[in-house]
């Protein structure tokens, strides 16, 4: 069962960056898509960024292309999301997912199988 852990959201002006991070408990993170997500309140749950396994894939959101960035390092069983230009519109809580899958980018909630727990994103305006 892969454990997924996130970090490094809080609070953020608008204009400014974060960079989140999550790590996995498991030496099978390397063979799974990994993607990013988040959640206003009493709003649906979103995708956001997706990466293929080798890191050769990934796959960005209409809403934050040219803003946000995901990558990963296998070696310490870790993907980020980098986050620039933020936007009030961009608070939620953003939750790391793996997908069962080493390639197949996708962005729908039911087609990853591990979550994180969530990391609250603020952004004041």
């Known amino acids: 069962q892969e454990q997924l852990v996130e970090s490094g959201g809080g609070l953020v002006q608008a204009g400014g960056s974060l960079r989140l991070s999550c790590t996995a408990s498991?030496?099978?993170?390397?063979?799974?898509?990994m993607g990013w997500f988040r959640q206003a309140p009493g709003k649906e749950r979103n995708f956001v960024a997706a990466?293929?396994?080798?890191?050769?894939?990934?796959y960005i959101a209409d809403s934050v292309k040219g803003r946000f960035t995901i990558s990963r390092d296998n070696a310490a069983n870790t993907v980020y999301l980098q986050m620039n230009s933020l936007k009030p519109d961009d608070t939620a809580v953003y939750y790391c997912?793996?997908?069962?899958?080493?390639?197949?980018?996708?962005?729908?909630?039911?087609?990853?199988?591990?979550w994180g727990q969530g990391t609250q994103v603020t952004v004041s305006s």
């Open positions: 997912a793996a997908r069962r899958s080493s390639w197949q980018l996708r962005s729908g909630v039911a087609e990853y199988h591990y």
């Open positions: 498991e030496r099978t993170f390397s063979s799974y898509v």
């Open positions: 990466i293929s396994s080798s890191a050769g894939s990934t």
